[in-house]
């Protein structure tokens, strides 16, 4: 680090505040996490300077018998942890990652049925700005109007209607369990694809915290970032009969070259989700976001359906009368980091929105645990409600301080003593 500070203040400033920033507040944004020292010392490896078209042992470079091991190392590790036959962990992102699946499975024209984006949906499952819904022709189910779970009957019935190549569940704000077998059910009834983006919960998945939707899929990709805890990346895994349709998709039809610094942080992060600690981890981040959920409800910020079953919650703040847009102000005032997000049948337009959301993979990360998500609740309610987008208003002050306190008591990237 001290040859980057000697070179380049300005970028060494950045790293420098942003550590800064995750240390003095509380991170609460459902799709982040704090990977550990050992992923990061890969990432930060000179195994980010090799070109490897290709996989291993098939690549189109001389020179990859060192980065072989690792993606190897990576696809056995990652099968292992999720019991799937086919691993391919190449893909840059989880929007890489989708890209590839619709390459595997459909032809430009095609059908897909996917969860829709303001019911808790992604930009990737069909949305009209993003290359899945300009190429494919999506049709969208979305959440029940009493329970505000995925509306399963309205699955079955549109699979029925439009007899779609591919169903699709999963998304960015499903608080809970989704029903994988009923979703396998549908998908062969109208003999479609059964996929699942489980970018957001496969970290729990790895930890065996909730059920896995390998054995029901027939394809599953992830960012490996999210509640996992890797590096910034994707993969997918999926049956032996489309391990060619992926791997092709993957590469030469999506992507060009491997990262592999990334790849072998991948490795490095499977590995660690095989630990007994890392399925205690995972175990606390459910507790933590019930009891989060739970003490946010206790202040009229309700949770979307009644709680949650995984690592977020989704709360309407219509009961107190305050958007999503000045919710998010106002605790990023106070030290509070998290994201407006449209709660189903919103009356706002999404980028004001009438719901936050709220995840635990960081605070669980910290050590914190269900004492400290109620503190976390009354001091998110208290910024919220009473509070202002003016850091130096009286309530962030106020919420700020009990903020200090949770993150001296449990650090993110503690010190060495
Ligand atoms: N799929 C889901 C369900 C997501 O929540 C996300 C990201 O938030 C993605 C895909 C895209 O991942 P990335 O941002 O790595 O492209």
Not at 150 to 164: G, I, M, Q, S, T
Not at 331 to 356: E, H, M, R, V, Y
Request: with cysteine; glycine share 10%; charged share 20%.
């Amino acid at each position: 680090f001290a040859a980057l500070e000697a070179f380049d203040p300005d970028i060494a400033g950045v790293l420098t505040a942003e550590l800064g920033r995750i240390r003095g507040g509380l991170q609460l944004i459902a799709s982040e996490n704090l990977s550990s020292p050992e992923v990061l010392t890969a990432l930060g490896s000179t195994l980010s300077n090799k070109y490897a078209e290709g996989y291993p042992g098939r690549r189109y470079y001389g020179g990859c018998a060192e980065v072989d091991v690792a993606e190897n190392l990576a696809i056995e590790r990652c099968k292992a942890l999720f019991g799937a036959d086919h691993a391919n962990v190449q893909p840059h992102s989880g929007a890489s990652a989708n890209q590839a699946v619709y390459g595997a499975f459909l032809k430009p024209g095609e059908t897909i049925l996917a969860m829709s984006l303001p019911h808790g949906g992604h930009l990737t499952h069909g949305t009209k700005v993003s290359f899945s819904g300009k190429w494919f022709d999506a049709v969208h189910y979305g959440v029940d109007k009493d329970t505000e779970d995925v509306d399963y009957d309205e699955v079955e019935r549109l699979a029925k209607e439009h007899r779609p190549k591919v169903i699709l569940a999963g998304g960015s704000a499903i608080p809970r369990q989704i029903d994988f077998a009923r979703f396998r059910a549908i998908a062969d009834e109208v003999g479609a694809v059964f996929w699942v983006d489980a970018a957001h919960f496969i970290g729990l998945v790895a930890g065996k915290a909730i059920p896995s939707p390998v054995p029901h899929a027939d394809v599953v990709s992830f960012t490996t970032h999210k509640v996992l805890r890797g590096p910034r990346s994707g993969a997918i895994v999926c049956r032996e009969e489309h391990r060619a349709a992926i791997d092709k998709a993957v590469f030469p039809m999506m992507q060009g070259g491997p990262q592999m610094h990334t790849i072998a942080a991948k490795a490095v992060n499977f590995k660690e989700c095989a630990t007994p600690e890392y399925a205690a981890y995972t175990e606390q981040v459910v507790t933590n976001a019930r009891a989060l959920a739970a003490a946010l409800g206790e202040k009229g910020i309700r949770p979307t359906t009644g709680g949650t079953d995984t690592h977020l919650s989704l709360h309407d703040l219509q009961g107190v009368g305050v958007t999503g847009v000045d919710a998010e102000a106002r605790s990023d005032a106070a030290g509070i980091t998290l994201n407006k997000n449209a709660i189903p049948f919103d009356p706002q337009k999404p980028n004001i929105a009438s719901g936050i959301r709220v995840g635990t993979p960081c605070v669980t990360t910290q050590g914190m645990g269900e004492e400290q998500m109620q503190r976390i609740g009354e001091l998110i309610a208290r910024a919220v409600v009473d509070g202002d987008a003016d850091p130096e208003h009286a309530v962030s002050r106020e919420v700020r301080a009990g903020v200090t306190e949770l993150v001296e008591a449990f650090p993110a990237y503690p010190r060495p003593a």
